[in-house]
């Protein structure tokens, strides 16, 4: 179950954290990986991990030419997913414009470019499939994430409006919302803002979760394994959250 033989898959920021691990898992599985990031040595220290056909594309997904034309070179794509983007600190009131459109360009306008140019492709296949990373923030008020929780909500009803439209052409389209991941990330986001604190805020993270810890990226990789395989070929239009049972449980 779950093959991805024969299959070729593109994931957008593939060199770290969540995109990372769907890129090593999508490989053992079968599928020649592509992927898509900005920092070259992230990209190739995730290919050297891979045991199975990958490839990297150094690209700027805010760019669509580049998009299209790494695509385009590519060929035959089944599956694309649509995880890289960037975080953002602030509320209304305190994001200013620059970091607005910096978020909006990345995850918002990424995501669309990497449709723009996956879709005609996939429509010339014979059909495949499209993962979108989401995240709990386009469904509960998350403090101090107003851009980030916008951009996650466009990527939500995104996903919505491609199943819909490309429902007929034998393209499935889906998207996950992780709560709290462990990734290389959090570390960074914990040692840049409160130095010395390290142990206490990461703690403090994890309980945010009623499970009581931040998921691992292999966990959200196996969920993103199941919804690009055949076994999930009756599902489209629906987003899953991952979240430890942030948005039903109550702490």
Do not use: W
């Amino acid at each position: 179950m779950f093959s991805l033989q024969n299959k070729t898959a593109i994931i957008t920021g593939g060199g770290s954290g969540i995109g990372k691990a769907i890129a090593v898992l999508f490989a053992q599985q079968g599928a020649t990986v592509h992927i898509i990031e900005l920092d070259e040595k992230a990209a190739s220290e995730t290919i050297n991990e891979i045991s199975g056909s990958a490839a990297y594309h150094i690209c700027n997904i805010s760019d669509q030419k580049q998009v299209v034309d790494i695509f385009n070179s590519i060929g035959k794509i089944d599956i694309l997913v649509n995880n890289a983007g960037i975080a953002h600190i602030g509320k209304a009131d305190t994001t200013c414009e620059a970091d607005f459109d910096r978020v909006m360009n990345v995850n918002v306008k990424g995501a669309y470019n990497g449709l723009f140019a996956a879709i005609p492709l996939i429509k010339a296949n014979g059909g495949g499939v499209i993962l979108n990373t989401a995240s709990i923030a386009a469904s509960v008020g998350i403090t101090d994430r107003f851009a980030y929780s916008t951009s996650k909500g466009a990527i939500f009803t995104m996903t919505l409006s491609v199943a819909r439209d490309y429902i007929h052409d034998n393209i499935r389209c889906n998207s996950i919302s992780p709560a709290r991941v462990h990734t290389p990330f959090v570390d960074g986001f914990i040692a840049k803002n409160y130095p010395g604190q390290e142990a206490e805020i990461f703690e403090k993270l994890s309980k945010s979760q009623p499970i009581g810890r931040m998921a691992k990226p292999e966990e959200v990789a196996a969920l993103a394994l199941y919804l690009c395989s055949d076994e999930a070929g009756f599902i489209t239009g629906c987003d899953y959250p991952i979240d430890g049972g942030f948005i039903k449980i109550n702490n």
